[in-house]
T-cell receptor, first 112, second 114 residues
């Protein structure tokens, strides 16, 4: 089954404790991205990757890091989480060009 | 700057009534247009998309949308809503010049009255 898998689904952590949210896709998609969703703000892109070893900042990259060492994986790293990073996070993937994006189930992160 | 506007934050309709969710965009070139649905606790699922051709597109779950270039709109419609349609709906626009990066509207939450 074609899918994007995020882990964990829920995470509560404390300020400053490094964490990683994993994202994996099995569709051989070149393009992957991370979004955060906050009420009334829709989806805002954090980082994206057009292919292996190619990453770029989205609209709200501050406080986040990503890597793309393999085509299927695109982890999101919060080196020192802060309460304003409490949000719902989505990973998405798609082929190059004007194609449908496939989304993971989301990760609800709470930073206290 | 490119933008996507969904003017209605919430919409409440009675079960069985018709539905129209509005989406307006500002883009110079021909946009690629999408509607996604997010059910509670779920990820986003594609309802339908418009790339070219017939401006009235059919999607899943009985939804359709019409691209009107003169109005820069891509409104989503359904003739008769079901309680299971309660969800949040997002309009998104991509453009070739920006590698089809999607710009998202803020979403419209659909509430169904029994």
């Amino acid at each position: 089954e074609a899918q994007v898998t995020q882990n964990p689904r829920y995470l509560i952590t404390v300020t400053g404790k490094k964490l990683t949210v994993t994202c994996s896709q099995n569709m051989n998609h070149e393009y992957m991205s991370w979004y955060r969703q906050d009420p009334g703000l829709g989806l805002r892109q954090i980082y994206y990757s057009m292919n292996v070893e190619v990453t770029d900042k989205g609209d709200v990259p501050e406080g986040y890091k990503v890597s793309r060492k393999e085509k299927r994986n695109f982890p999101l790293i919060l080196e020192s989480p802060s309460p304003n990073q409490t949000s719902l996070y989505f990973c998405a993937s798609r082929s190059q060009g004007p194609t449908e994006a496939f989304f993971g189930q989301g990760t609800r992160l709470t930073v206290v | 700057a490119q933008s996507v506007t969904q003017p209605d934050i919430h919409i409440t309709v009675s079960e069985g009534a018709s539905l129209e969710l509005r989406c307006n965009y500002s883009y110079g070139a021909t946009p690629y247009l999408f509607w996604y649905v997010q059910s509670p606790g779920q990820g986003l699922q594609l309802l339908l998309k418009y790339f070219s051709g017939d401006t009235l597109v059919q999607g899943i779950k009985g939804f359709e949308a019409e691209f009107k270039r003169s109005q820069s709109s891509f409104n989503l419609r359904k003739p008769s809503v079901h309680w299971s349609d309660a969800a949040e709906y997002f309009c998104a626009v991509g453009e070739e010049d920006s590698n089809y990066q999607l710009i998202w509207g803020a979403g419209t939450k659909l509430i169904i009255k029994p």
